[in-house]
């Protein structure tokens, strides 16, 4: 005749809990596995956001302090107000696109994914420049 077990509630949520927890957490390493490197969270994908606009930006600086070297007089004084110009525009931009999510935590991803595509444009654009203006 089978023998009646007794079975504790607690101790089996206790297992479903750790069950739980180990399946998440091969789901990080699946994914790690993957995707190497792939940001896990909302803070981590912004981030990503933040230090790929803050790249972008360090590299338009470089162009501009090179075209600022080699310019003089009027042509300096338009590429700074133009830069300034550019910038409200960037700003302005990157705002309108992430207000999509306005209030929401993807809001900043998307700050800084719209301003670091602009400002890679806005590089290109100052290399053409660059190219124009000082090569015969």
Not at 50 to 63: F, I, K, N
Not at 72 to 85: I, N, P, V, Y
Request: aromatic share 6%; with cysteine.
């Amino acid at each position: 005749m089978a023998e009646r077990i007794h079975v504790d509630r607690v101790e089996i949520q206790h297992l479903l809990d750790g069950a739980e927890e180990f399946i998440h957490a091969s789901a990080e390493c699946i994914s790690e596995v993957l995707s190497p490197g792939r940001p896990l969270t909302q803070a981590d994908m912004t981030q990503q956001a933040v230090d790929r606009y803050s790249a972008e930006v360090q590299a338009m600086h470089g162009v501009i302090a090179e075209l600022t070297q080699a310019l003089e007089g009027k042509q300096a004084e338009l590429l700074k107000a133009s830069q300034m110009t550019w910038e409200a525009h960037a700003t302005a931009h990157a705002q309108l696109l992430a207000s999509k999510y306005e209030g929401g935590s993807m809001r900043p991803q998307l700050y800084f994914m719209a301003g670091a595509d602009m400002v890679r444009a806005r590089t290109g654009a100052l290399r053409q420049t660059q190219d124009y203006l000082l090569n015969p």
